[in-house]
């Protein structure tokens, strides 16, 4: 069952409510996405962990729901 | 030590860099598997392809043994680096290249 990029906008921000969420359709299939996801709780965390934040957000729905989801993590410039 | 985790830790310890992919390197099965082919053939770095379609206890097992949710994933010297995502950055950022040389793995081309 693909996923609505709302869903997972709203998944993000509840993990981590102090992150902003872009999240661009690569096919219109549900299943290809790119995000770009930045929050100040990724600061002094290594790009694995970061991305291991946003996919447990995710609850699990990583590799299977949602195939693909180019992610790119990133701390707050300030 | 369940099998999987045993085959996984003896790949991933006794290969200086292993890519966890579907398919293999001559011919990837999947895009993103494909991307780090394309990045590991282009800095000539020798490497192990695993092809996890061939057997679903390691395509699964290996996203227990990193808690990695997809394929690829890319191990050098033991250590989880990343999957798709992070090696694509990471090779674009020059760090890949610079991480290879820190643990003594020949890199032909630093892009």
């Known amino acids: 069952m693909p996923m609505d990029a709302r869903d997972i906008e709203t998944m993000i921000k509840a993990a981590l409510p102090d992150a ?20 100040p709780a990724f600061k002094g965390k290594s790009r694995v962990q970061q991305h291991q934040m946003v996919y447990a957000a995710l609850q699990g729905r990583m590799g299977g729901a949602l195939h693909a ?10 | ?4 985790r045993q085959v996984i830790d003896n790949e991933v310890k006794s290969n200086d860099v292993v890519l966890f992919m579907k398919g293999t390197p001559q011919f990837p099965m999947c895009g993103f598997s494909g991307q780090v ?4 053939n282009y800095l000539g770095v020798p490497y192990k392809g695993v092809n ?15 808690n990695w949710p997809t394929i690829p994933q890319l191990y050098v010297k033991g250590e989880f680096v990343g999957g798709c995502d992070i090696t694509r950055e990471m090779f ?4 890949l290249q610079q991480l ?9 081309q630093t892009a």
Do not use: C, W
């Open chain 2, 1 to 4: 030590m369940t099998d999987a």
């Open chain 2, 52 to 66: 996890v379609l061939e057997d679903e206890t390691i395509r699964q097992g290996i996203k227990d043994y990193s």
């Open chain 1, 69 to 78: 989801l180019a992610l790119t993590t990133q701390a707050p410039d300030n």
């Open chain 2, 37 to 40: 082919v394309q990045i590991l």
């Open chain 1, 20 to 39: 902003q969420v872009e999240i661009k359709d690569l096919a219109g299939d549900g299943d290809h996405y790119a995000a770009t996801v930045t929050s």
């Open chain 2, 92 to 95: 674009q950022a020059g760090e």
């Open chain 2, 100 to 108: 290879f040389t820190d643990k003594g793995i020949a890199v032909q």
